[in-house]
């Protein structure tokens, strides 16, 4: 049974920081892509950020490009999201996602299993 457990959302001023983890159970990860989205209220679920688990290689949403770095370690199967300058427009709950590809897709629907999410909540 495949579980994706995010941590690390909260609280936090614009210009701040937040790491959020994603910890991987159930199976192996070897030829997934792993990503993080993001939903706001009333609005739908967005793209942030992709990682290849074969090769570490990544891909970002234009929005987050800069301020965002999603890496991961394989001993731990954990996938982690860095949110640098972090501003009121990045709030939302983001969710983790793994999809069996080799190619990055920004596609919800290309997602078979999903985390519960994370609330994010930056303040003015």
């Known amino acids: 049974q495949v579980q994706l457990v995010e941590s690390g959302g909260g609280l936090v001023q614009a210009g701040g920081s937040l790491r959020l983890s994603c910890a991987a159970s159930g199976r192996t990860f070897s030829n997934y892509v792993m990503s993080w989205f993001r939903q706001a209220p009333g609005k739908e679920r967005e793209f942030v950020a992709s990682i290849s688990w074969t090769d570490g290689t990544t891909y970002y949403a234009d929005s987050v490009k800069g301020r965002f770095t999603i890496s991961k370690t394989n001993a731990k199967n954990t996938v982690y999201l860095q949110m640098n300058s972090l501003k009121p427009e990045d709030t939302a709950v983001y969710y983790c996602?793994?999809?069996?590809?080799?190619?990055?897709?920004?596609?919800?629907?290309?997602?078979?299993?999903w985390g519960q999410g994370t609330q994010v909540t930056v303040s003015s």
């Open positions: 996602a793994a999809a069996l590809r080799f190619s990055f897709t920004t596609r919800v629907g290309d997602y078979r299993y």
